[in-house]
Each structure stands twice: as C-alpha cells, then as structure tokens.
C-alpha cells in the first residue's frame, strides 16, 4: 500500500526566503506526482504536476524534482512571499487514478 | 479559466438523514472523483468515475455511499444514512486523461 509523508510538518520562514519542501513515497512505480496548495478551510490548488518520465516541472516561483528511484519529490519555492503562506500537499497516483496524499507542510512566511 | 464548483459549500444534517452533495466537473473532463478530508487528517480518495461508471473505489465507500451522473454535467455523491463519522470536507476532482485533476472548493458537511 502506498504510503506518502512529507517532511517537515510546519515551516516558519522570513520574507525572501528560498526553501525546500520535501515528499516522499513508499512505492516508486508511480504514474505523476502532484503538487498542491490548500488555504485554510479551502479547497485543493494543483500546482505542478509531475508525470514518471520527467524529473522536474517548473512554474513561476515553484520547481518539482522528481527521484522514482529513491520514492522522494522537492518543492523548492524561491524568494517566498506572505501570499506563499498555506499547506503544500503532495500526492500520486500509483496504477490506478486514485491521489495518494501526503499530511502536509504547513508554511507560514512572516513578513 | 473553467474550475470545478460545489454545492452546497456547508451541509449540516443530522444522523442518520440522506445527504446529496453536487458537483460541476469542468466540461471536457473525462474522469471524475470524490475524495474527503476529515479535520486534521489527509485527504483520502473514495471513489472515482468514467464512462458512466464506477472505475475504483476505496474501503471507505462503503453501501451508505453511491455517485451518479444525472445528466452531462453533474456528477453527485449520496450519503444514504449519515453518521457522526462522516463529518468531513467532501471534495470533488476532475481530470481529462492522466493529466492534472483539478478539485472543487468542498463541501464540508456536518453531522450531528
């Protein structure tokens, strides 16, 4: 059974700051890795989404890695604002279509 | 930009009561999901939907559930005797092939 954590569960960070977010997964024929964004009580933002043959995606701010092998995904968010201040959720698909979600990152930049 | 919407956006029912919670894929969308969120908790897959039927599901989606698309456009999940534990934010996705799945706001659902 596939099982995803991320790592750390909370981040606190100033104004400016780059950071890394990290995945990891327990079975690594997945199909796509996704990354999303949820603001409190709110519904799920996709932000990127991997599929198994790449090993990066790009938008904006945010870059995915992606390391099958090793079962381990990075969110790297470069020069973070107050706005980046939600939870980062990463999940896959491993087979079937059906997310497997990951509990978190919970950031929080102060301005 | 098209987006997957909800409804209601708050549901409080009391045990034991029929619940329908509604969902507005994006309209080229070919597979459909619910998924829910428990407070505090991951979000956890229930069941997904393509070509006018059940594709997967998970152990959660037990008899007490089911999903329908009534017509082009809208995909519903019934909760035909709610219990306490079925409180949780209830989310809808939708996805053309492997492509991304995009969610709707939820519909956070209440059971007393």
């Known amino acids: 059974k596939q099982e995803v954590t991320q790592i750390p569960a909370a981040l606190s960070v100033p104004e400016g700051e780059n950071l890394v977010l990290n995945c990891s997964f327990t079975?690594?024929?997945?199909?796509?890795l996704q990354w999303f964004r949820q603001d409190p009580g709110k519904g799920l933002t996709s932000l990127l989404l991997?599929?198994?043959?790449?090993r990066e995606q790009t938008s904006g701010r945010l870059n995915a890695s992606l390391d099958k092998s090793s079962g381990r995904s990075t969110l790297y968010i470069a020069a973070s604002q107050p706005g980046d201040s939600a939870t980062y959720l990463c999940?896959?698909?491993?087979?079937?279509?059906?997310?497997?979600f990951g509990s978190g990152t919970r950031l929080q930049v102060q301005p | 930009e098209p987006e997957v919407t909800q409804t209601p956006s708050h549901q409080v029912t009391q045990m034991g009561q029929e619940v329908i919670l509604r969902c507005v894929p994006i309209?080229?969308?070919?597979?459909f999901y619910w998924y829910r969120q428990i407070l505090g908790q991951k979000v956890e897959f229930l069941v997904s939907?393509?070509?006018?039927?059940?594709?997967?599901k998970s152990e959660i989606f037990d008899d007490q559930f089911s999903v329908e698309r009534p017509d082009g456009s809208n995909f519903t999940l019934k909760i035909r005797s709610t219990k306490l534990e079925d409180s949780a934010m209830y989310f809808c996705?939708?996805?053309?092939?492997?492509?991304?799945?995009?969610f709707g706001p939820g519909t956070r659902l209440t059971v007393t």
């Open positions: 999940a896959v698909t491993t087979g079937r279509r059906a997310l497997t």
């Open positions: 079975d690594s024929a997945i199909y796509n």
């Open positions: 991997i599929q198994s043959s790449q």
């Open positions: 309209s080229n969308h070919l597979y």
């Open positions: 939907f393509y070509n006018n039927e059940i594709s997967e």
């Open positions: 996705a939708s996805q053309v092939y492997t492509y991304e799945q995009y």
